[in-house]
């Protein structure tokens, strides 16, 4: 008899035991980050599971030898439910090329895949409804550029790729993480480029759903420090995959614009990964980062000037309509 | 109708159909994921339009995820979908037999 239940693994050894042994027959990486877990047993035997971490659908294995039982249907059914319950519309699964036609039987769509993954969602809104939002902003243009930035915060930085852009483009498309995993709020941060840029009728500021950069994309990205170079490649990779096929036609964007790294390993492996995947197909521009009487410019170091309340930094390090709001904030 | 919600109705077993609902502002909008679309694809597509019609419901999205329903199932599971967007408890099932009439 075939039973599905949510686990409780972080609270029981055996169970845990039992999980990180599937997971692990099924190739996978024991990921315990994750908000929610259903296993399905076959008496005392797990033989399948599945987790959610906000509506992202992880860790799903079912044992080598069970394979034959269309256990894939309960369980992601199970875990729909969940976010039935917990309000969310929509999901996303990160899983291997090879296995995203189970899920496409389950009614999931593919949005991009790469030679290792693919990025699968179902659910609304979708990646139609971001493709039709995106067309509402198109402007015509004879050589359009996008950036894509987190803006946590704003800072002259910021200000000078956009000016680098608009220099070889005649309209800018900013792209601002809409994942809310930072320090500053999302519509706080869009609501920084927008004050930006205002009155700058050649800068589109646009938002990134869950679509670039995002929990969906590019999880590592918001681990930096701690991030898994491997991982962060692969998902780089998706995310650079997905821009190129997806979102450059839309708007027809011939250039991405990134600035340079040399301290963030993680924002090195994407600006390489965008370089390779773009190749001949859409040009990249890495600008260097600006630097002021010897210093650079980051949202690092305005980060840790606020958390030290030294204005006299931020006030160096972001445009001056940004350094009011940050200290009227 | 007022509400902007989604909502999903049956599972992904055998015989079953699972079907998504979204009001949007753009008339009836079908898609279809079946084995056995190429067979009966149109006939449950039409199935699940005469339905909703039924219903009176004019704009919605709908996502129908087929495993070889009955056609008892999938007006069954569309009605309820419906029933469920209305917020509505008071299931009337008996609507069906009126339809014959």
Request: with cysteine; charged share 20%; glycine share 4%.
């Amino acid at each position: 008899m075939m039973v599905v239940k949510q686990l409780w693994f972080q609270f029981d050894p055996s169970v845990r035991q039992q999980w990180r042994d599937l997971l692990v027959a099924a190739q996978l990486v024991p990921d315990e980050q994750v908000d929610y877990t259903v296993g399905i047993y076959d008496g005392a035997q797990l033989i399948g599971t599945g987790s959610l971490y906000q509506n992202i659908i992880k860790e799903v294995a079912i044992d080598p030898t069970a394979t034959q039982q269309n256990l894939l249907a309960p369980l992601i059914k199970a875990l729909l439910d969940r976010l039935d319950e917990t309000k969310y519309e929509s999901a996303f699964v990160y899983t291997k090329p090879m296995t995203a036609p189970y899920f496409e039987a389950m009614g999931f769509k593919v949005i991009v895949t790469t030679d290792e993954v693919s990025l699968l969602e179902w659910g609304y809104p979708n990646f139609d409804d971001y493709q039709a939002y995106l067309r509402q902003y198109q402007r015509p243009s004879k050589q359009a550029a996008a950036i894509v930035m987190n803006a946590n915060p704003f800072t002259l930085g910021h200000q000078y790729l956009i000016d680098q852009a608009l220099k070889s483009s005649d309209v800018v498309y900013v792209f601002v993480v809409s994942e809310d995993r930072s320090q500053f709020k999302t519509a706080t941060r869009l609501a920084m480029v927008r004050r930006a840029v205002a009155g700058n009728q050649r800068v589109v500021v646009l938002e990134t759903a869950h679509y670039l950069v995002s929990n969906a994309t590019f999880p590592t990205y918001f681990l930096k420090d701690q991030a898994d170079l491997m991982l962060a490649k692969t998902q780089a990779r998706l995310d650079a995959t997905l821009f190129l096929t997806k979102i450059k036609p839309v708007l027809a964007i011939q250039q991405r614009l990134v600035g340079a790294e040399p301290d963030s390993p993680v924002t090195q492996v994407y600006n390489d990964q965008l370089a390779q995947v773009f190749a001949s197909q859409l040009s990249l521009t890495v600008v260097p980062r600006l630097r002021q009487a010897g210093q650079p410019i980051s949202a690092t170091i305005v980060r840790q000037a606020l958390s030290n309340g030294d204005w006299a930094t931020v006030e160096r390090q972001v445009p001056p309509i940004n350094y009011q709001f940050l200290k009227g904030s | 109708m007022s509400t902007s919600q989604t909502v999903t109705v049956g599972t992904l077993e055998s015989s079953d159909l699972m079907i998504t609902l979204k009001p949007n502002n753009s008339g009836i909008q079908v898609e279809l994921e079946s084995n056995v679309k190429k067979q009966f694809g149109t006939h449950i597509t039409a199935l699940i339009i005469e339905t909703l019609q039924h219903f009176g419901v004019v704009d919605i999205q709908v996502t129908a995820v087929d495993k070889g329903a009955l056609d008892c199932t999938i007006k069954a599971r569309t009605i309820a979908a419906i029933y469920r967007l209305q917020g509505k408890t008071d299931y009337d099932w008996k609507v069906i037999d009126a339809w014959n009439a």
